[in-house]
């Protein structure tokens, strides 16, 4: 006599990657036979294994569902004759693994009848869950109830329930219990007992099943066993618990698709069929219709970040020729040329040249990074030097951002090719120095320098920039702080920012350079550099010695006034210094603070309102902040100018007082200080501003007095 197992041995479901099995056991009970009247409107019955009393042609159909939804393709039993006598007991392997099961996995067996030699009907179906109600997979046989003539339901509420009760008879529902609880281990093992009750057990349920009016099929689920412990299976899903929000009827299906980033062979023929050199010929005469034309209209009015599709550029690219011939449309054919194929990248470049020069503000998206191609950056360069430099000056902040798409290993060749020229006329310059004089060959070295940058036909962005700006000094201010802000060490988190950085200081070095070994005028705009950066460092200084002070507002003050007075108290006398162009404004000359006018806002960073002495007696009041990046501000002030003059070249004018922003530093820069009154302090005073306009600025005739 062995004793109950006191211990549950199972295994989590998620670890079984095996197949589910299911063996499919013998069919017992008595399907009744078709009447005559049937047998008259189908004849087809007549030839079914169901008319036959004695053997009946039976296929089963094995499935699992999930919620009322299949999980799998159904699978199917071989084909074989069935009679009282015949067991079937064949394995089934169901297309998932236990793994792949969900809790609530149903299994749905239909049985089907040959009606005919292409028909078939349901002789009955019936539903049973993989998992008990404890959440454990079944093991061993179980009778299942056949619900006749109708398909396994296999819903949530299935309506063929296998396991259904027996109609108040409970001693086999009773027996089939104990059957499991002895299975399982929990009942002590009695040979000599054991093979009475079982069999006594089986003739009970045969009997049953002979006074029956249903059919039972038999199934029998495996057994996990190792080392010859039985083994439940019990469900388990890793991170099941935790909960996700999601959309019961999404906008966007996510459809896997393992060829979505492969080539095209197709496409990709096609392309270079229509865009061969063959084709080239005939395309020149094309000429468009009225409805074509109106189409390549639409396309070239699209904004520039607007997606051409595949059948536009084709468009585009088959009547270029005809296109050549508008300006505004060179944009939009250089989107459609495929530049990493050798051919059409010539075809497009000799474009180029023939068609309409574009203008100098639509040339600008030639150099964002969608173009890479040097011949497409070149042009958009020589299309820049039409402009003025009133005109490169309002768009010359967005041409600083774009040296980080130009070819940094162009811009460190330019640069070596600038260091050879400028060692090879100094070594001319000391052998002419025991001939002719020395102003002489610096003359030559200088003219031979200006010569070198305005001659250079291969210019990139970075020489154009340096060109332009050493002859105009308001052009050199503002770049060399665009250049200088880019240049300060910062928290590098890429690979690619440690690339930029550099190529920022190698342009930084070719233009400081440049200025050094040009003309007089041009190195004395160097000095003037020079002389701004030593006057932003004293005053980071005398913010820092400000802020360290540890009183109130008003003490601070005292302090800095005490500071700006105390001549002595820097490496320049920030009172009374040489006169120097503003970085803010580099029109406006400017030759000290005053002292007693400087203070310091309510605010967290405390920013100093410094007023500036100019050479023309009269003063100039900026705003220096420290602790903050005033980058962004620099851009968006930048764009709102650039606006307001392209909105002033179409007669309309907004009455806009855009203030000037300067970066000196990621840290550090200046504002513009104009004379304002707020919105709140408005209508404190008069109330609304209705009466705040009507008392500045009457007038009898305009409605409301204004």
């Known amino acids: 006599?062995?004793?109950?197992?006191?211990?549950?041995?199972?295994?989590?479901?998620?670890?079984?990657?095996?197949?589910?099995?299911?063996?499919?056991?013998?069919?017992?009970?008595?399907?009744?036979?078709?009447?005559?009247?049937?047998?008259?409107?189908?004849?087809?019955?007549?030839?079914?294994?169901?008319?036959?009393?004695?053997?009946?042609?039976?296929?089963?159909?094995?499935?699992?569902?999930?919620?009322?939804?299949?999980?799998?393709?159904?699978?199917?039993?071989s084909h074989r004759a069935h009679?009282?006598?015949?067991?079937?007991?064949?394995?089934?392997?169901?297309?998932?693994?236990?793994?792949?099961?969900?809790?609530?996995?149903?299994?749905?067996?239909?049985?089907?009848?040959c009606v005919g030699a292409t028909a078939r009907k349901p002789?009955?179906?019936?539903?049973?869950?993989?998992?008990?109600?404890?959440?454990?997979?079944?093991?061993?046989?179980?009778?299942?109830?056949?619900?006749?003539?109708?398909?396994?339901?296999?819903?949530?509420?299935?309506?063929?329930?296998?396991?259904?009760?027996?109609?108040?008879?409970?001693q086999i529902t009773k027996l089939g219990k104990l059957a499991k609880k002895h299975r399982e281990g929990h009942l002590p093992e009695v040979d000599w007992l054991d093979r009475l009750a079982f069999c006594k057990i089986e003739q009970i349920k045969e009997a049953e099943k002979r006074s029956s009016d249903y059919l039972y099929l038999m199934v029998e689920f495996p057994e996990v066993t190792k080392d010859g412990i039985k083994y439940s299976v019990v469900f388990y899903e890793q991170d099941g618990d935790e909960l996700y929000q999601f959309r019961d009827h999404p906008d966007i299906v996510l459809v896997p698709d393992s060829e979505v980033l492969q080539e095209n062979l197709v496409e990709n023929k096609h392309h270079n069929l229509t865009r061969s050199l063959?084709?080239?010929?005939?395309?020149?005469?094309?000429?468009?219709?009225?409805?074509?034309?109106?189409?390549?209209?639409?396309?070239?009015?699209?904004?520039?970040?607007?997606?051409?599709?595949?059948?536009?550029?084709?468009?585009?690219?088959?009547?270029?020729?005809?296109?050549?011939?508008?300006?505004?449309?060179?944009?939009?054919?250089?989107?459609?040329?495929?530049?990493?194929?050798?051919?059409?990248?010539?075809?497009?470049?000799?474009?180029?040249?023939?068609?309409?020069?574009?203008?100098?503000?639509?040339?600008?998206q030639l150099l964002s990074p969608v173009f890479?191609?040097?011949?497409?950056?070149?042009?958009?360069?020589?299309?820049?030097?039409?402009?003025?430099?009133?005109?490169?000056?309002?768009?010359?902040?967005?041409?600083?951002?774009?040296?980080?798409?130009?070819?940094?290993?162009?811009?460190?060749?330019?640069?070596?090719?600038?260091?050879?020229?400028?060692?090879?006329?100094?070594?001319?310059?000391?052998?002419?120095?025991?001939?002719?004089?020395?102003?002489?060959?610096?003359?030559?070295?200088?003219?031979?320098?200006?010569l070198d940058i305005e001659k250079d036909e291969d210019q990139n962005l970075a020489t154009f920039l340096i060109q332009r700006a050493c002859h105009n000094s308001t052009l050199a201010n503002y770049f060399y702080w665009?250049?200088?802000?880019?240049?300060?060490?910062?928290?590098?988190?890429?690979?690619?920012?440690?690339?930029?950085?550099?190529?920022?200081?190698?342009?930084?070095?070719?233009?400081?350079?440049?200025?050094?070994?040009?003309?007089?005028?041009w190195q004395k705009q160097q000095q003037v550099l020079q002389c701004q950066v030593a006057l932003i460092d004293e005053l980071v200084k005398l913010v820092k010695s400000v802020q360290r002070e540890n009183c109130n507002r008003k003490k601070k003050i005292e302090q800095l006034q005490m500071l700006l007075a105390n001549s002595e108290a820097f490496k320049i006398n920030l009172a009374d210094f040489d006169p120097i162009p503003f970085p803010l404004d580099p029109r406006i000359c400017i030759r000290g603070i005053v002292p007693h006018n400087a203070i310091l806002f309510k605010s967290a960073l405390m920013p100093l309102r410094l007023t500036f002495k100019t050479t023309e007696g009269s003063e100039y009041v900026a705003i220096f902040k420290h602790g903050d990046d005033l980058r962004q501000d620099q851009f968006v002030l930048q764009i709102i100018t650039l606006m307001d003059?392209?909105?002033?070249?179409?007669?309309?004018?907004?009455?806009?007082?855009?203030?000037?922003?300067?970066?000196?530093?990621?840290?550090?820069?200046?504002?513009?200080?104009?004379?304002?009154?707020?919105?709140?302090?408005?209508?404190?005073?008069?109330?609304?501003?209705?009466?705040?306009?009507?008392?500045?600025?009457?007038?009898e005739t305009s409605p409301f007095g204004i």
Not at 50 to 67: K, P, T, W, Y
Not at 376 to 385: H, M
Not at 422 to 432: A, L, R
Not at 486 to 511: A, S
């Open 482 to 521: 665009y250049l200088i802000t880019e240049c300060e060490d910062q928290e590098i988190t890429v690979e690619l920012d440690t690339k930029v950085r550099e190529m920022y200081l190698t342009v930084m070095r070719m233009f400081q350079e440049t200025l050094q070994n040009g003309c007089a005028e």
């Open 278 to 364: 063959h084709r080239g010929v005939s395309d020149k005469d094309l000429k468009p219709n009225s409805l074509i034309r109106d189409k390549l209209n639409k396309i070239v009015a699209y904004p520039p970040t607007k997606q051409l599709t595949t059948e536009e550029q084709d468009m585009i690219w088959k009547y270029r020729f005809y296109l050549s011939a508008q300006k505004q449309a060179l944009a939009k054919f250089l989107h459609c040329v495929n530049w990493e194929l050798a051919v059409e990248a010539r075809q497009a470049v000799d474009m180029l040249q023939q068609w309409a020069p574009m203008e100098v503000e639509d040339s600008l």
């Open 83 to 113: 009679n009282s006598s015949t067991t079937r007991n064949e394995w089934i392997n169901l297309p998932l693994n236990f793994s792949d099961l969900p809790r609530d996995a149903m299994l749905a067996i239909t049985l089907y009848d």
């Open 123 to 170: 002789v009955g179906g019936t539903t049973i869950s993989l998992f008990s109600k404890h959440g454990v997979f079944r093991q061993g046989m179980i009778d299942l109830r056949v619900w006749p003539d109708s398909v396994a339901d296999g819903s949530t509420q299935s309506s063929t329930p296998g396991k259904a009760c027996h109609d108040g008879k409970k």
């Open 645 to 699: 003059k392209l909105l002033r070249l179409e007669n309309l004018d907004l009455k806009l007082t855009p203030y000037r922003v300067l970066a000196t530093g990621t840290k550090h820069g200046f504002v513009q200080y104009i004379d304002s009154q707020t919105v709140a302090d408005v209508l404190n005073s008069e109330g609304t501003i209705q009466n705040f306009l009507r008392k500045r600025h009457p007038s």
């Open 372 to 450: 890479t191609h040097p011949a497409v950056r070149r042009y958009a360069i020589t299309r820049l030097q039409q402009a003025s430099d009133d005109d490169l000056l309002l768009y010359l902040l967005q041409l600083v951002q774009a040296l980080k798409y130009e070819d940094f290993y162009e811009i460190n060749e330019a640069y070596k090719r600038m260091q050879l020229k400028e060692s090879y006329i100094s070594d001319n310059d000391q052998k002419e120095i025991l001939g002719p004089s020395t102003s002489r060959s610096n003359e030559s070295k200088n003219s031979k320098s200006d």
């Open 1 to 77: 006599m062995k004793t109950p197992d006191d211990y549950l041995h199972c295994v989590y479901s998620s670890c079984m990657d095996v197949n589910v099995q299911i063996k499919i056991g013998p069919l017992k009970g008595v399907h009744p036979v078709p009447e005559y009247d049937q047998i008259l409107a189908d004849p087809m019955i007549k030839f079914s294994g169901l008319h036959e009393n004695s053997s009946a042609d039976l296929m089963v159909e094995c499935q699992i569902f999930s919620g009322g939804r299949p999980l799998a393709l159904p699978v199917y039993t």
